[in-house]
């Protein structure tokens, strides 16, 4: 199911700089967000030269850069507290 659904994210990002619209959305730090917790989750995003390129702009960007980081965090500290 999960290559499914990159081979679809490739097909829609191949040609665009952002998933919905012209404009950078919270979907898009959305999609970084999961995009970044996929080698955790040990899914491999493949040869997906689009899909990749997409998830490395949103993931520069410093205010995602900034809120993946604290979602790890809590993410980290709820593992830890066993919640």
Known sequence: AA???????????VDRANLLSGYFTAADAYLAWALRLCPDAKLDLGVRPGLRAYAARALSRP?????????TQLAAAALKAGT
């Open 3 to 13: 290559q499914a659904a990159f081979d679809h994210l490739e097909r829609r990002l």
């Open 63 to 71: 205010s995602v850069r900034d809120a993946t980081a604290f979602e």
